[in-house]
């Protein structure tokens, strides 16, 4: 069951893992729109690279998730074990990345954007 919050992204697309792969690898191509404009090339390098930071940060709590999910389906689970997990300050350290990642991304496409649109203006 998909929570509200994911549904308002539209459908799933089963794309996910590949997206991330795609990103990391620098596999995204700005559009033609956004390329021809020269003024814009070193904000599409900040969004590339806040691109980058924000797959390595879900990459990050994805793999805090799979721990989670192991650890509680073993059938010798330990309390110790739990805890450990449950204590781990890394995911917290992913949020934030992912928080500050996705800041400076919005940012970046919000200047984007600006730059078009006055140049739509003019």
């Known amino acids: 069951m998909r929570r509200d919050s994911d549904r308002k992204e539209g459908e799933r697309t089963g794309t996910g893992r590949r997206a991330r792969d795609r990103i990391l690898a620098g596999q995204t191509l700005p559009s033609p729109i956004i390329r021809s ?3 814009l090339e070193n904000l599409i390098l900040f969004l590339a690279d806040d691109l980058r930071e924000s797959a390595l940060a879900v990459g990050g ?3 805090f998730l799979v721990r989670v ?5 073993k059938p010798d689970l330990s309390p ?3 805890h450990a997990i449950a204590v781990d300050g890394e995911v917290d350290e992913r949020f934030e990345l992912l ?11 919000k200047q984007i954007v600006d730059s078009l649109e006055s140049r739509s203006n003019h």
């Open 37 to 39: 404009r020269r003024e």
């Open 61 to 63: 709590i994805e793999s």
């Open 69 to 73: 999910t192991r650890a509680l389906e």
């Open 80 to 82: 110790e074990e739990l």
């Open 99 to 109: 928080a500050d990642a996705l800041g400076s991304l919005r940012r970046s496409m």
